[in-house]
């Protein structure tokens, strides 16, 4: 499995919105319902606010609407970026966005 996106939403103009942007940047992704379990090997999960709390994952981003689309995206390249640099090295810090050092 390649993903390591995920995208959980049965709000259909944001789902189309998420997808063809992620598509568009040749970002592979899996699609979730919220509340399915999330595969292990996914780094991040994109969802809306009204669905945040049916999903289980350590990193989530939130859609913020049309106008943030494009910050949404950069975070998901920015994200998986930090997570192919040393991963059995460091762990990424989602509340502080910061690495630390760690054993593995």
């Not at 040393?86 to 630390?100: C, K, L």
């Amino acid at each position: 499995m390649k993903e390591k996106v995920a995208v959980a939403t049965v709000q259909g103009k944001t789902y189309f919105l998420i997808v063809n942007k992620l598509n568009g940047k040749n970002i592979s992704f899996i699609s979730l319902l919220p509340g399915q379990s999330v595969p292990a090997k996914m780094k991040l999960v994109i969802t809306t606010p009204e669905e945040k709390h049916l999903v289980n994952h350590e990193i989530i981003l939130i859609f913020q609407g049309e106008d943030k689309l494009d910050s949404l995206i950069d975070e998901v390249k920015k994200t998986l970026r930090k997570g192919s640099l040393r991963e059995n090295s460091y762990r990424y810090r989602p509340w502080g966005g910061d690495w630390v050092g760690g054993l593995g």
